[in-house]
């Protein structure tokens, strides 16, 4: 049985590698779900990615970041170059899935063999990505796609889990929302590599331009110094994505900042990999949490009896959890 399997997930991540897109859809659909079988293909595939350049995409919702995505898959699709791109919906209230929002607004592109779009739910993890949004991006890198967009799911100023996976951030934001400097520095502004300002046809495009430029300014006089430290030029680019303007500029944009970046390469290699395994730690020891708190209702029911604060408890738990011993709380 173990023989079987085992040529069972040597044989699905050699279709994945050779670029089988239904295996490569059912595998994402399997990362998501969590299921041990993916993770140990997941595994196979590991030492094949790290190839494909990502770019993340987030900003302020409404701004148009999927229309502008659409646009970027048209324009490396003309260069010749496979586009992977994972969307960060919102939970559906119902079900849990995501609501498909952006992979409706790319259908244009449905019968490409060289693109691939997988939207992906929120499930209510902050930061504007999905859990498995890593996973998925090292599907996609080992199948062979040049660029992958990340696009996050559009909730406002915390998206900033982005920096750690995405080699290339790109915040988009638009006109007419006010104070559009208070609408997008204290969370994102921060982590633009460069600035879309979309739907640049509408009344006040230079003054958001204006204030944007202000606002880089003054992260200028912030940045950290030395020969270490990362480049702080954000470019600022106008697109009307409806109509395809912008978007050449924008791709163009993209490349010199990954040019001019080139050195940083291995730093943000190594940020990333911290980050995976982070995440991973996080969600398997979040299920033998789980798991515990279920075994030691026992536990949980002293606290509610406040018969053992959640602190003291929460210690003796966790010796329980990493040295398999019994340690009950004592009221």
Same mark, same amino acid.
């Given at each position: ?17 050779? =670029? ?14 969590? $299921? ?10 590991? !030492?094949? /990615? ?10 302020? !919702? ?39 929002? @952006?992979?409706?607004?790319? +259908? ?5 063999? =060289? ?24 599907? #996609? ?16 100023? =915390? ?30 502004? *921060?982590?633009? @590599? ?24 003054? %992260? ?10 990362? !480049? /702080?030029?954000? *470019? ?12 050449? +500029? ?15 390469? $291995? ?13 991973? #730690?996080?969600?398997?020891?979040? =299920?033998?949490?789980?798991? &515990?708190?279920? %075994? ?21 738990? &966790? ?13």
């Amino acid at each position: 049985m173990a023989d079987s399997i085992s040529t069972r997930i040597s044989q699905i991540a050699a279709s994945v590698l050779a =670029g089988d897109l239904r295996l490569g859809a059912r595998l994402i659909r399997d990362l998501d779900d969590r $299921t041990e079988l993916a993770e140990s293909v997941l595994g196979k595939l590991w !030492p094949h /990615t790290g190839r494909a350049y990502l770019v993340g995409l987030t900003g302020n !919702p409404g701004a148009g970041k999927s229309t502008v995505v659409d646009g970027l898959i048209a324009h490396y699709r003309k260069q010749g170059l496979r586009v992977g791109v994972v969307a960060i919906d919102p939970s559906s209230p119902f079900s849990g899935g995501a609501i498909l929002g @952006d992979r409706i607004r790319m +259908q244009r592109h449905a019968l490409d063999d =060289g693109v691939f779009i997988r939207s992906l739910a929120s499930r209510g993890h902050l930061g504007g990505l999905s859990r498995s949004t890593g996973e998925v991006v090292a599907v #996609l890198d080992a199948m062979g796609f040049d660029i992958v967009l990340i696009e996050t799911v559009g909730v406002g100023q =915390g998206e900033v889990d982005v920096v750690a996976l995405a080699d290339t951030k790109v915040v988009v934001t638009v006109p007419g929302l006010g104070d559009e400097v208070q609408a997008i520095k204290a969370g994102i502004l *921060e982590i633009a @590599d460069v600035l879309v300002v979309n739907k640049a046809d509408r009344e006040g495009a230079d003054r958001t331009v204006r204030d944007l430029m202000t606002m880089l300014e003054l %992260r200028k006089t912030d940045a950290p110094l030395g020969p270490n430290a990362p !480049p /702080t030029e954000v *470019e600022i680019v106008r697109t009307v994505a409806t109509r395809g303007d912008g978007i050449s +500029q924008l791709a163009e944009t993209i490349e010199k900042h990954k040019l001019r970046t080139a050195h940083f390469a $291995t730093a943000r290699r190594r940020t990333r990999a911290r980050r995976e395994l982070r995440e991973t #730690l996080l969600d398997r020891l979040l =299920g033998r949490i789980d798991a &515990l708190l279920e %075994r030691r209702a026992d536990c949980v029911a002293q606290v509610e009896n406040r018969q053992v604060d959640p602190y003291s408890a929460s210690e003796l738990l &966790l010796a329980e959890l990493f040295s398999e011993t019994s340690v009950r709380p004592t009221p």
